[in-house]
Each structure stands twice: as C-alpha cells, then as structure tokens.
C-alpha cells in the first residue's frame, strides 16, 4: 500500500471551500511521510547551543512484520524524537533491524522444508544465500511498516546487525575480550533445545506451569564398614524427572538439617545402575522440598552442576543431544526420555523402590521458537566472564548515572546483576556472526582474530578451520548504541552523538539486552549508553490476556491503520500507557481517537472557513489582544497546558501529556471557544478580528503540542492554516510543522481571575442545560432565567449574549440578589450564583413528579443494599480496607442522590 501511495502527488487545494468535509488519512499519511523523508527532515540538524537527543531504535527481528510491541516502542520514541526536534534540539534517531539468528534461521528452515529441501543436503553456503533473500525482502517491509507508523528516524543511517560495520564491532569486541581473559571455551551446563540442536539464551526459553508429578524414590544406602546382614537402610529422595536418576553422582542435604546430620559422608547406591555414590552437605538444598534430600546429576541441572562443582563430583551425561538416551543409561540407551522415564519408574516399582507419586506443577523450559522442552545439558561452548562486567554497570544506575523509569525495575535489574552467571555466548547454528577463531590441524594451536586468516601464525600452515559455531544474536545487539554510530572507528558521529539519550524498550528484555548494552558501553566505551532507560509494558487484549496466535487474540497494527488512521493507532497506544504497566488495546478506545482525528478536522476547517477572509495571519500567543471574558480564558487554559504538557513530557509521562491536550483541544477549544466564537464573529470588525486570531492562533500552537502524538492530521491541518491565513508563504515560521518550534509556556498569559470568572459562567450554561435536557424541554426552545449573581451583575451582563446562545434562553434577568424565589420554578446553585428556570408551561409536572418518585425509590433501594452490606461485621473485618471505604463512598454518594433528587420533587410539588 506505501509503495502504491507513493507515486501519488501533492495537489495543494488553492480555495478553502474545497477543503474535504471528513479527513480522510489514507490519502494523507504516505504522502506527509514522503514529504518529510525526502525534504531530510529526519536528518540532525546541528545545534552546537543544545545537547544532541539521541535513540537508537530497538531493532526488529527480520523475521516477519511489525507487531503491536513494535508499534508501542515506535510511537513512544516517535513522540520524544519529534518533541525535542520541535524543542530545537539537535535530534538522531537511528533505525535498524536484527539478523535474529535462531529465529531467522529457524523461519528459514521452515521454508525450505515446505520445498522439500533440507540445509544439511544444500550446505552452508546455499543455505546462507537463501536466508539473505529472506532478509532482503523482509528488511524492507519492516522499514515500510515503520514509515506507515510515522517513525521519524535517519533513514540514512540506518544499520543491520550484519552489516559490515557491526562485523567489524563485533570480532574487535570478541577479541579484546579474549584478550582480557573474559572470553574462555569451557563445559558448562547451558540451554540446549533437541530440535534447533543448539544452545539458546535465557530469553529464547519461556517456563510454563505444567501438570506433572513428583516422584519419591528409596536410594539404598551402603553398609557401614564392620556391619554385614541386617535390614537395609535407604535415604528417600524426590524428583520430578525420575529418567535423570541414571545420572546421578551424589545425594545432597542441607548440613543444618537435623534429620540427615549423622548421614553425611555416607555411600548411597543409584537404583538400575548401582553405582556408589557419596552423601553430602550443602547450603544450596531446601529442606522444605519433597523430603529434605536431594538426587545430585550434574550434568542435567544448573543447581546441581554448582553442587558438583563445589564437591568435585564426576559427571555422567544420560540423556544425548538429541534428546534420547545415552550408552550411561544402561538397559535405557536409545529410548526418547520421556519413553524412558515411564520405563525406569514401572522397573523401580517393581523392585519396590517407589515410595510415592504426586501430581506436582512443573515450571518446564521451552524453547521459544520450536515449543520444545528444553534440555540442560553440558555442552563445551564459548561463554563471557560476566561479573567484572556487571559490577560497573550496577553501579552506574545504584549511584545515578543511568535513571530506570519506572524506578520499582531498578530491584530487577539490581538482582539480575548480582547474581549474573557466565554468558554462553556460541549457537550451533548457521545463520549468523561466525566465531572469529581458527584451529590449525598442523600444530594444534588456536587462533582468534580479529581478520579471516588462512595461514598459521605459528606454524605458517594451511590446514586452518574456522570454528563451525555462530554467535548469540545478543553479542551483537549488545553493541547497539556504539557499533552503529561506526566504533571501532572514531566517526564523527560517534564523537558526536555517543553517549545516546535514551534507552526504550518493553520492561521484559531489561536482563538480556538493556543490561548488556550497558555493560558493553561502559566497558568500551569508557561510559554509560544512555542516561535514561524507559521502559514500557505490554499490549494485551481487550481481556487483559498476552496476544498469542494460539489464542487466536492477535492484533495486526497495519489492518488498524488501515481501518481507523495511524494516528489513531498511535495517540490509542500513548494515551493508554503509563510507564512500565501493561494496557489493554480497546476498539472503543481506537475509535473514539479516530473521532478524535476527526474532531481536529472538523475544528479546523471551521477555522480555515469562518476566518479565510480576514486579514491577519497566525499570531504569536504573546501578540493576541483579547477583548472578551472568553478570549482571556482560552489564552490562559492553553498557557496552563503548554506548561503541563511540556513538563510531562519531560517526565516521560506521555499517556498523561496526550490526555490532557486532548482534553484541552475537544472541550476547551471545540466544545466552548468555537461555539462562543461563532456569537463573537457576528460583533463588529474589531471583534471579528480579535476572535479570528485567537482561533488561529490557538489551533496552530495546539496543532504543535498535538504533532507528536498525532503527526500526520496535524501536519496536513496546519499545513492549510498557514495557506490560507498568510498571504506571503515567506511568513511562515517553518516549512513544516515537525520543525515549527513547540509553545514556550509565557507566565505573564496566566490569568487567574478568567479562570474564576468564565469557570462560574461554564457552570450556570452546564446546569442550566442539564436541566432542560432532565426536563425534555424541546431544543429550540428558549426558557427564561432568573439569576441571583452578587457582585457579578456587569460581568453576567456582558456574558449574556453566551448564555442566551449556549443555554437557549431569553436574556438572562441579573439581579444581585432576591428576596424571594420566583413562583412556579426551578432552583439550581453555581458556585453562589443562584438560577431560576420558571417552569409553568414547560413541562408536565405530573409525570415529571412520577419520573423522580421511581429514581427516588430505586436510589433508597440500593442505599438499604449498601447499608446493610457495611453492617455486616464479616464484610468489614475481613474484606480489604480500600474496598470498604469504595462501598462507604458508593452509600455516601446515593444518600446525597436521594437528598438531591427529593429536593427537586418538593420543588415541583410546591409549584
């Protein structure tokens, strides 16, 4: 759809009356985003006065399109880049996307198998060629699917994780740390998943609570020297994956528990196979699991490969990589471990060494691409020393550096950080970094580089093989807000735009990406990525739940912007969010800021239309002369707001910004100041051209508070108000609005006095509305009123003409005040002006007295409801305090209904 659009051409609309009646934004946005694209906009513009705002945008996985997840990281980061460039900022904001490794690779496969090819039978070169093809098209539409959303980014700048630049980043880092000694290849137990045959990342495993079973087994015990004959003593252990008992080295307890004191140091013997093996102690065993004893197999748990470590214990591998058993599982070898798992516990049932089984929930590992379970498994790879890199990167955020928003992730990031573990950093795969390392089969000698080599170094021989394992796609993404900026090359733009501004990203990835990229900055870099980590939460359904194609509840952001507008989509994603809490993704919500989109059209064209043919121009705020009541409040509300969006904004609190200037915008300037303006255009031609400029000028400086959350209805208007109010396009404070400088907040505008006065003239039309509609008093009918205004006689007098218009009455009578209420009517209170809405004529007041005596007696229903649920003691002791004091506010609220409303039958009744 983009690409079609594109051709289309700018074809300006020279008379205002041809304006569309409804905004349409599929014949908008892609012809704006175009405009800016190509007019560089997105590019930096150099400001040497001001500190560069800097993001490097969270690359998309090339692995299909662009998801709701995407579309909220887009629109947050959007709304900040185009913020601080209308802030004058020098603004960079780098694009690019992730080669993905396991999960491209994975896609890939998948698509081949559907051809009937396998990677093995076209080799790696083949198979790397066709991945490419993959990336070249899938690249592409995600950059497409950014520019539908309105990314502002450099797309001159934008990078891939494979790109030659980041290559190079990526063997200079590889290297170094060897170098340092924190790059070693060692056994050590990692993820391994049977179907992708390789190890994966902490992130590419999700833990689901399955229905399992927990199984307790008698573990004999070996005689003590000197003891012969008697009754065997056993140990009892519980497990939940039986099949691994075939690998066990050891049985551990805690030291400090008092029923396995004395049977430390001795020989327990492992069921099937008999082999002997010690009883130990270690503070790592939880006396509270199964029975306070625990089966010890190294090489098929983290928990017990430390304990291993600790007491030096041997370990024997029984399940292989493929998931089946090994040659150490003795009558088991070759069975699947399930297969096997079933087989073992029907034997050891029948050597009557099952004490016991239990249904027990077990938290499994899967792999996140395949659903497999997940097999811990000792494997020799290519791991990171992480705590010297964790150290500076903790303190960097305990002693300030770096500020987490919001602050409650900073215990998460602390405790992932202090008890990092070494990073398995290789991937069996194909699709990918290469391992920059190099054995000679002439010498034996191994060799890391930083450059393809093809002679020894050390015995000048040829027989070199480059190691066959890729790197963690994390390895390089770690290196994000640096590589892409040209290090290890001294750029100017790494002189320039490093260290970035901000960090933004879903609160999930905070351990394996946010965490890393700041212990690669400092540690490369000398100091921190970023000064801000903002982080977002999730977009779950209607319901609450996470979006999953399973649940069939998954959201395609560009069939939204199809249906209701990007704009739409984007202020939705804003203005439900607050920092790090999961929002749900409503339609009603999608649509009423579409009606929203549409609301600025309608407003606007009223502007454009009513004001075309008075001179002036777009004012300045500061340049307006006010003349009415009105006129000072809209002024003064928009003051009030530009401080308190802009200071919002600068909090990070982007949901609250857009709330209120879409409150501002559809009640204050649409709902009120339009409508009173429609009665102050008809006044003479001073006021004329008074309310012409406050509209203007209000609409352009709302336009620029609004643009960042709503980029592309915002441009096109204000495009068109400049058209058609200045004469001379020279005039005009920038070519577009993404760079019109935003509203500085001017406190000498502050009129607090407007704010009293017009706020009590806002509550007499309210209520006097209020009532003809309680009243059903036909709409075209004016109603005389009778007010009691005080010391406010002059400035009721002059509002008249707004009362009359807005609350369809005769000219209000104004009186300071009355010694006696008017016959026949109905009294209402605004603030102390009192009002009097004589009813004789207009209304049945029989049916109206039928009308109240029901609410009357519905409201006593649920006040008695109420009252009796909070004298129930039960309910108050032992519900929770907050939702007590709810139902005491609920019965507080309907008390003062019923005064209200049989208030208003006395009225009536006395009429």
């Given at each position: 759809m983009i690409e079609q659009e594109k051709n289309t051409e700018m074809t300006p609309i020279t008379d205002v009356a041809a304006l569309p009646k409804a905004y349409e934004p599929q014949a908008v946005e892609a012809r704006w985003y175009r405009f800016w694209e190509e007019g560089d906009y997105f590019k930096p513009r150099p400001n040497p006065a001001r500190k560069p705002f800097v993001i490097s945008m969270p690359p998309p996985n090339v692995t299909g399109?662009?998801?709701?997840?995407?579309?909220?990281?887009?629109?947050?980061?959007?709304?900040?880049?185009?913020?601080?460039?209308?802030?004058?900022?020098?603004?960079?904001?780098?694009?690019?996307?992730?080669?993905?490794?396991?999960?491209?690779?994975?896609?890939?496969?998948?698509?081949?198998?559907?051809?009937?090819?396998?990677?093995?039978?076209?080799?790696?070169?083949?198979?790397?060629?066709?991945?490419?093809?993959?990336?070249?098209?899938?690249?592409?539409?995600?950059?497409?699917?950014?520019?539908?959303?309105?990314?502002?980014?450099?797309?001159?700048?934008?990078?891939?994780?494979?790109?030659?630049?980041?290559?190079?980043?990526?063997?200079?880092?590889?290297?170094?740390?060897?170098?340092?000694?924190?790059?070693?290849?060692?056994?050590?137990?990692?993820?391994?998943?049977?179907?992708?045959?390789?190890?994966?990342?902490?992130?590419?495993?999700?833990?689901?609570?399955?229905?399992?079973?927990?199984?307790?087994?008698?573990?004999?015990?070996?005689?003590?020297?000197?003891?012969?004959?008697?009754?065997?003593?056993?140990?009892?252990?519980?497990?939940?994956?039986?099949?691994?008992?075939?690998?066990?080295?050891?049985?551990?307890?805690?030291?400090?528990?008092?029923?396995?004191?004395?049977?430390?140091?001795?020989?327990?013997?492992?069921?099937?196979?008999?082999?002997?093996?010690?009883?130990?102690?270690?503070?790592?065993?939880?006396?509270?699991?199964?029975?306070?004893?625990?089966?010890?197999?190294?090489?098929h748990d983290p928990v017990d490969f430390e304990i291993g470590m600790r007491h030096d214990l041997p370990r024997v591998q029984v399940i292989g990589f493929d998931a089946k058993m090994t040659t150490e599982a003795g009558p088991y070898v070759g069975q699947d471990r399930y297969e096997a798992r079933k087989n073992l516990v029907a034997d050891l049932e029948k050597q009557g060494l099952i004490i016991k089984i239990e249904d027990y929930t077990v938290p499994l590992g899967r792999c996140q691409r395949t659903d497999t379970v997940i097999e811990p498994l000792i494997s020799k790879q290519w791991f990171i020393k992480m705590m010297p890199l964790a150290t500076p990167a903790l303190n960097a955020v305990k002693y300030g550096q770096i500020k987490i928003i919001p602050e409650r992730f900073n215990k998460t990031y602390f405790d992932w950080l202090e008890n990092i573990h070494d990073w398995c950093i290789s991937r069996q795969l194909w699709w990918g970094h290469r391992i920059p390392v190099w054995y000679c089969d002439s010498c034996g000698e191994m060799i890391v580089s930083r450059e393809d080599i093809t002679t020894c170094p050390h015995c000048e021989g040829s027989e070199l093989r480059q190691d066959e394992d890729v790197l963690d796609t994390w390895f390089s993404s770690w290196l994000w807000p640096f590589s892409t900026l040209g290090w290890p090359d001294n750029t100017p733009d790494l002189q320039r735009y490093y260290p970035t501004t901000v960090m933004e990203?879903?609160?999930?990835?905070?351990?394996?990406?946010?965490?890393?990229?700041?212990?690669?900055?400092?540690?490369?870099?000398?100091?921190?990525?970023?000064?801000?980590?903002?982080?977002?939460?999730?977009?779950?359904?209607?319901?609450?739940?996470?979006?999953?194609?399973?649940?069939?509840?998954?959201?395609?952001?560009?069939?939204?912007?199809?249906?209701?507008?990007?704009?739409?989509?984007?202020?939705?994603?804003?203005?439900?969010?607050?920092?790090?809490?999961?929002?749900?993704?409503?339609?009603?919500?999608?649509?009423?800021?579409?009606?929203?989109?549409?609301?600025?059209?309608?407003?606007?064209?009223?502007?454009?239309?009513?004001?075309?043919?008075?001179?002036?121009?777009?004012?300045?705020?500061?340049?307006?002369?006010?003349?009415?009541?009105?006129?000072?409040?809209?002024?003064?509300?928009?003051?009030?707001?530009?401080?308190?969006?802009?200071?919002?904004?600068?909090?990070?609190?982007?949901?609250?910004?857009?709330?209120?200037?879409?409150?501002?915008?559809?009640?204050?300037?649409?709902?009120?100041?339009?409508?009173?303006?429609?009665?102050?255009?008809?006044?003479?031609?001073?006021?004329?051209?008074?309310?012409?400029?406050?509209?203007?000028?209000v609409l352009d400086q709302s336009l620029r508070l609004l643009h960042p959350f709503m980029p592309f209805v915002t441009e096109e208007v204000w495009q068109y108000l400049y058209q058609f109010s200045e004469p001379n396009k020279a005039a005009w404070p920038a070519t577009a609005l993404i760079v019109a400088p935003w509203p500085q907040h001017n406190e000498a505008l502050v009129d607090e006095e407007a704010e009293q006065h017009f706020s009590l003239v806002q509550q007499?039309?309210?209520?006097?509305?209020?009532?003809?509609?309680?009243?059903?008093?036909?709409?075209?009918?004016?109603?005389?009123?009778?007010?009691?205004?005080?010391?406010?006689?002059?400035?009721?007098?002059?509002?008249?003409?707004?009362?009359?218009?807005?609350?369809?009455?005769?000219?209000?009578?104004?009186?300071?005040?009355?010694?006696?209420?008017?016959?026949?009517?109905m009294s209402l209170l605004a603030g102390g002006v009192e009002i009097y809405l004589p009813l004789a004529g207009l209304l049945d007041i029989g049916k109206e007295l039928e009308r109240l005596d029901k609410e009357i007696a519905q409201s006593t229903q649920e006040a008695a409801r109420l009252q009796g649920k909070l004298s129930n003691q039960n309910f108050v002791t032992r519900a929770k305090p907050e939702v007590v004091e709810k139902e005491r506010e609920k019965l507080t609220a309907q008390e003062e209904r019923i005064s209200k409303l049989q208030t208003r039958r006395a009225e009536l009744a006395n009429m």
């Open positions: 399109a662009l998801h709701l997840g995407h579309a909220i990281t887009a629109t947050i980061e959007d709304i900040m880049i185009r913020y601080h460039r209308m802030q004058g900022d020098e603004t960079l904001w780098v694009p690019g996307e992730d080669h993905a490794g396991i999960a491209t690779q994975t896609v890939v496969e998948r698509l081949l198998a559907k051809e009937g090819i396998d990677r093995h039978h076209i080799g790696r070169e083949a198979f790397i060629e066709r991945v490419w093809q993959w990336v070249a098209q899938y690249k592409s539409r995600i950059q497409d699917q950014h520019r539908r959303l309105g990314a502002s980014c450099d797309w001159s700048r934008e990078r891939f994780t494979l790109d030659e630049g980041l290559t190079k980043a990526v063997r200079e880092v590889f290297v170094r740390l060897y170098d340092e000694g924190l790059i070693y290849r060692g056994e050590r137990i990692i993820n391994w998943c049977p179907v992708c045959m390789s190890a994966i990342s902490d992130l590419e495993v999700y833990h689901v609570n399955t229905p399992g079973q927990l199984t307790y087994v008698r573990y004999p015990l070996k005689p003590l020297e000197g003891q012969s004959g008697g009754q065997t003593e056993y140990i009892n252990v519980a497990t939940t994956r039986p099949e691994t008992i075939l690998g066990d080295t050891a049985i551990a307890v805690n030291p400090a528990d008092p029923r396995y004191k004395d049977i430390i140091g001795r020989t327990a013997i492992v069921p099937i196979v008999h082999r002997e093996i010690p009883i130990v102690g270690d503070d790592a065993v939880e006396t509270s699991f199964g029975t306070g004893a625990v089966k010890v197999t190294p090489a990203t879903g609160y999930d990835i905070i351990f394996f990406w946010v965490a890393r990229m700041v212990m690669s900055g400092i540690h490369f870099m000398g100091n921190a990525p970023f000064s801000t980590i903002y982080l977002h939460g999730l977009v779950r359904d209607p319901k609450g739940e996470k979006m999953s194609k399973s649940k069939g509840n998954v959201v395609d952001p560009l069939e939204v912007m199809d249906k209701f507008g990007t704009d739409a989509l984007r202020f939705t994603l804003a203005t439900s969010s607050t920092p790090g809490n999961d929002m749900k993704l409503i339609d009603e919500r999608i649509i009423g800021n579409r009606n929203f989109a549409n609301k600025i059209w309608n407003a606007s064209r009223f502007v454009l239309l009513t004001t075309n043919e008075i001179k002036g121009g777009v004012p300045a705020i500061e340049d307006l002369k006010p003349r009415t009541l009105a006129d000072r409040w809209i002024i003064h509300r928009f003051e009030r707001l530009t401080k308190n969006a802009t200071r919002l904004i600068e909090e990070f609190q982007f949901g609250e910004a857009g709330r209120q200037i879409n409150d501002f915008f559809w009640s204050d300037y649409c709902d009120w100041y339009v409508e009173i303006a429609k009665v102050q255009m008809q006044g003479d031609e001073e006021a004329r051209q008074s309310t012409a400029a406050i509209l203007r000028a007499v039309i309210t209520l006097i509305r209020d009532a003809r509609n309680q009243m059903n008093v036909e709409p075209a009918r004016r109603i005389p009123a009778i007010m009691a205004v005080g010391e406010n006689v002059s400035m009721f007098d002059e509002q008249s003409p707004l009362i009359e218009f807005l609350a369809r009455t005769e000219k209000p009578q104004l009186h300071p005040a009355l010694a006696q209420k008017p016959e026949q009517s």
